[in-house]
């Protein structure tokens, strides 16, 4: 029993060997590759894409490619310029030339002050509208937006159809931009301020491909730039290959760890984007005006962006607030309150125009924003007007009465369009009463007596006196009877009490009218007129 128990135990152990060899012995590379595939599959692919907005400084001023504009700051005291659209760039104006000497080149060139606020919206706006394509987005606020988008290529084609879509849109939104994609976040950006539209996707080849790039990609002050040209150092891979104890302590630690993040050799933490919870975007008019065409146009940028915005987190919003900015005046405002929680821009900017078109303006606009508190599109409800198909979760019925409403109300006024609602009451003054189309007063059951009553639709909001001949009242002519009299007396509680006989008659015309005789004063009162 004991030698055969040996036995199994020897031929398992063989086994063993022979699993193991073939592994370690027979094929080495068999192992390594089953290694290297398993740590392909479990580790992520990250891929930056950095965008990169070269005319930023124009861009977030407004200003027109149509005519030569440059954008100017203070540089040591002296005025400069710090960016130039293509049309200025071609009569010789140039970054960090003297308003002076731009001037001499381009005598009508149109000249902005730089507004590192509009710059900080505009990234911001952008990257609100780059969470479209991936979750993780980061603001670079020297002028570009970094998007890690390795999860995102299957769902988007590939990064060539990406690319291609992504500048797509943003030369629809009037922006000239660079992109470039790297493993690394930090030298996709070095890429873009270089001005190369490179993709690469593997780490090992970032040494050669940094190697020969500038040192003004690195955006380092100039004190330490001049210091590594003193020392015939111009590349990124001129500063690699400096003694690294020696590079510390002449440029500092700081520029050091920078070069081994961009280069792959220690981890970059960049802050991600957190967008706010409401919506709340600015936009300048430049220059000023009162062109209700010039003015809408603004309006369309923010509602696209406010779109944007609600898409990205499948969210609706029920109320618009935008303010028209004047100089020296107040603000003049524009309010949509909506009846359903809706995402459409095309439906705001419809409400907006009509509003805007009745709007008499004090003064010049210089500048719109527009505020928005968003709520989940789950929250939205189906109105309770009519009962009806469904849309999309939403009874067709009710939908079309809301839009009919909200129109009415942009064009006409909130406090000019509104519901009736009836009231138990046999008093046909305060039979009804003003209530929100569609709102708690529909649909509340009354007594059958009361229902079934004939009452015109429209009833005078102060009786009025007929004259009588022989008796009998007159209006524009003889009036014919057509009904009994039907007494109403009631309100003797409130001392609001009446005593009337009503009865239906025809005038000359043959239209049909309500009218009453007061029983306390024996005259004759028109009230109504049926429809």
Same mark, same amino acid.
């Given at each position: 029993?004991?030698?055969?128990?040996?036995?199994?135990?020897?031929?398992?152990?063989?086994?063993?060997?022979?699993?193991?060899?073939? &592994?370690?012995? @027979?094929? $080495?590379?068999?192992?390594?590759?089953?290694?290297?595939?398993?740590?392909?599959?479990?580790?992520?692919?990250?891929?930056?894409?950095?965008?990169?907005?070269?005319?930023?400084?124009?861009?977030?001023?407004?200003?027109?490619?149509? *005519?030569?504009? @440059? !954008?100017?700051?203070? /540089?040591?005291?002296?005025?400069?310029? &710090?960016?130039?659209?293509?049309?200025?760039?071609?009569?010789?104006?140039?970054?960090?030339?003297?308003?002076?000497?731009?001037?001499?080149?381009? $005598?009508?060139?149109?000249?902005?002050?730089?507004?590192?606020?509009?710059?900080?919206?505009?990234?911001?706006?952008?990257?609100?509208?780059?969470?479209?394509?991936?979750?993780?987005?980061?603001?670079?606020?020297?002028?570009?937006?970094?998007?890690?988008?390795?999860?995102?290529?299957?769902?988007?084609?590939?990064?060539?159809?990406?690319?291609?879509?992504?500048?797509?849109?943003?030369?629809?939104?009037?922006?000239?931009?660079? %992109?470039?994609?790297?493993?690394?976040?930090?030298?996709?950006?070095?890429?873009?301020?270089?001005?190369?539209?490179?993709?690469?996707?593997?780490?090992?080849?970032? $040494?050669?491909?940094?190697?020969?790039?500038? &040192?003004?990609?690195? +955006?380092?002050?100039?004190?330490?730039?001049?210091?590594?040209?003193?020392?015939?150092?111009?590349?990124?891979?001129?500063?690699?290959?400096?003694?690294?104890?020696?590079?510390?302590?002449?440029?500092?630690?700081?520029?050091?760890?920078?070069?081994?993040?961009?280069?792959?050799?220690?981890?970059?933490?960049?802050? *991600?984007? /957190?967008?706010?919870?409401?919506?709340?975007?600015?936009?300048? %008019?430049?220059?000023?005006?009162?062109?209700?065409?010039?003015?809408?146009?603004?309006?369309?940028?923010?509602?696209?962006?406010?779109?944007?915005?609600?898409?990205?987190?499948?969210?609706?919003?029920?109320?618009?607030?935008?303010?028209?900015? #004047?100089?020296?005046?107040?603000?003049?405002?524009?309010?949509?309150?909506?009846?359903?929680?809706?995402?459409?821009?095309?439906?705001?900017?419809?409400?907006?125009?009509?509003? =805007? +078109?009745?709007?008499?303006?004090?003064?010049?606009? %210089?500048?719109?924003? =527009?505020?928005?508190? !968003?709520?989940? @599109?789950?929250?939205?409800?189906?109105?309770?007007?009519?009962?009806?198909?469904?849309?999309?979760?939403?009874?067709?019925?009710?939908?079309?009465?809301?839009?009919?409403?909200?129109?009415?109300?942009?064009?006409?006024?909130?406090?000019?369009?509104?519901?009736?609602?009836?009231?138990?009451?046999?008093?046909?003054?305060?039979?009804?009463?003003?209530?929100?189309?569609?709102?708690?007063?529909?649909?509340?059951?009354?007594?059958?007596?009361?229902?079934?009553?004939?009452?015109?639709?429209?009833?005078?909001?102060?009786?009025?006196?007929?004259?009588?001949?022989?008796?009998?009242?007159?209006?524009?002519?003889?009036?014919?009877?057509?009904?009994?009299?039907?007494?109403?007396?009631?309100?003797?509680?409130?001392?609001?009490?009446?005593?009337? +006989?009503?009865?239906?008659?025809?005038?000359?015309?043959?239209?049909?009218?309500?009218?009453?005789?007061?029983?306390?004063?024996?005259?004759? *009162?028109? #009230?109504?007129?049926?429809?």
């Amino acid at each position: 029993m004991l030698k055969q128990q040996a036995h199994q135990a020897k031929a398992q152990l063989q086994l063993f060997t022979a699993l193991d060899d073939s &592994l370690a012995g @027979a094929a $080495p590379d068999s192992r390594g590759a089953h290694e290297a595939s398993l740590s392909k599959t479990t580790r992520p692919y990250r891929l930056w894409l950095c965008i990169r907005f070269p005319e930023l400084s124009l861009e977030a001023l407004g200003s027109s490619r149509d *005519y030569p504009a @440059a !954008v100017l700051s203070e /540089q040591s005291g002296t005025t400069a310029v &710090l960016s130039c659209n293509a049309k200025a760039a071609r009569l010789g104006v140039s970054p960090g030339m003297t308003l002076n000497t731009a001037l001499a080149l381009s $005598p009508t060139l149109d000249i902005r002050q730089r507004r590192q606020s509009a710059e900080r919206d505009l990234l911001q706006a952008r990257a609100n509208w780059a969470l479209a394509y991936t979750p993780v987005v980061s603001i670079e606020f020297s002028g570009a937006v970094l998007l890690e988008v390795g999860g995102s290529l299957r769902l988007f084609g590939g990064l060539s159809h990406l690319r291609r879509r992504l500048r797509e849109d943003l030369q629809a939104c009037g922006h000239r931009v660079i %992109i470039a994609s790297a493993p690394v976040a930090k030298a996709a950006l070095w890429l873009t301020r270089a001005g190369k539209e490179t993709d690469c996707s593997s780490e090992n080849e970032l $040494p050669g491909l940094l190697a020969d790039l500038p &040192l003004g990609c690195l +955006d380092w002050p100039v004190a330490v730039q001049r210091q590594l040209l003193q020392m015939g150092i111009r590349t990124l891979g001129g500063c690699v290959r400096l003694p690294r104890d020696g590079f510390a302590r002449r440029a500092g630690p700081g520029y050091l760890r920078e070069l081994d993040q961009g280069f792959g050799r220690s981890p970059d933490l960049l802050p *991600y984007y /957190q967008p706010h919870e409401d919506f709340h975007e600015a936009l300048e %008019i430049m220059p000023e005006s009162l062109v209700a065409e010039e003015i809408a146009g603004v309006l369309h940028e923010l509602c696209s962006r406010l779109s944007v915005f609600l898409r990205q987190r499948q969210a609706n919003v029920q109320k618009l607030h935008v303010q028209m900015e #004047h100089c020296g005046r107040d603000s003049t405002p524009l309010e949509v309150v909506l009846r359903e929680p809706c995402s459409s821009a095309n439906y705001f900017l419809e409400l907006l125009h009509l509003q =805007l +078109d009745q709007q008499i303006l004090p003064a010049p606009v %210089i500048g719109l924003s =527009l505020h928005a508190a !968003v709520m989940p @599109a789950t929250t939205s409800k189906a109105g309770a007007l009519l009962a009806g198909t469904k849309v999309n979760g939403h009874d067709a019925s009710s939908v079309t009465a809301n839009r009919l409403v909200e129109r009415l109300r942009a064009r006409l006024g909130a406090q000019q369009v509104h519901g009736l609602s009836l009231v138990a009451e046999h008093r046909p003054e305060r039979a009804w009463s003003v209530t929100e189309p569609a709102g708690p007063g529909y649909g509340q059951p009354l007594p059958g007596q009361m229902v079934s009553r004939v009452r015109p639709l429209w009833l005078f909001t102060s009786p009025r006196r007929l004259e009588t001949l022989h008796g009998k009242p007159v209006y524009r002519g003889a009036l014919a009877f057509i009904s009994d009299a039907e007494r109403i007396e009631s309100g003797w509680w409130d001392g609001n009490d009446i005593r009337r +006989d009503y009865y239906s008659v025809t005038g000359n015309g043959g239209n049909r009218l309500w009218i009453y005789r007061d029983c306390r004063d024996l005259c004759w *009162y028109l #009230h109504g007129l049926f429809g």
